[in-house]
Nanobody
Framework: QVQLVESGGGLVQAGGSLRLSCAAFGNLFIINAMGWYRQAPGKQRELVAT???????NYADSVKGRFTISRDNAKNTVYLQMNTLKPEDTAVYYC???????????WGKGTLVTVSS
């Protein structure tokens, strides 16, 4: 199985920055992609950013130009650098991993990001 451990959430003022990390452990044979999703109170979980094993990235329109996803394949870790944070970025951020030929999906437990105005 796969375990995802997120860190880096917290409270920050609007305009500030945070960096989230997600380390993957376990059976990591054929990682297709890793990414970040978020869920704000009363809303559905939504994609924030993803990165494939080849380094291709995809971002939600709402975070383009402010957030950057990156990964360290040697450490099986994905990062999300979040700059110019806005109160509407407040959410629980979940790490996501797509593994294997059958594209099994795994989720972390989430880390809370709170942006104060």
């Amino acid at each position: 199985q796969v375990q995802l451990v997120e860190s880096g959430g917290g409270l920050v003022q609007a305009g500030g920055s945070l960096r989230l990390s997600c380390a993957a452990f376990g059976n990591l044979f054929i990682i297709n992609a890793m990414g970040w999703y978020r869920q704000a109170p009363g809303k559905q979980r939504e994609l924030v950013a993803t990165i494939t094993s080849g380094g291709s990235t995809n971002y939600a329109d709402s975070v383009k130009g402010r957030f950057t996803i990156s990964r360290d394949n040697a450490k099986n870790t994905v990062y999300l650098q979040m700059n110019t944070l806005k109160p509407e970025d407040t959410a629980v951020y979940y790490c996501n991993l797509d593994r294997g030929l059958s594209h099994m999906i795994y989720w972390g437990k989430g880390t809370l990001v709170t942006v104060s105005s």
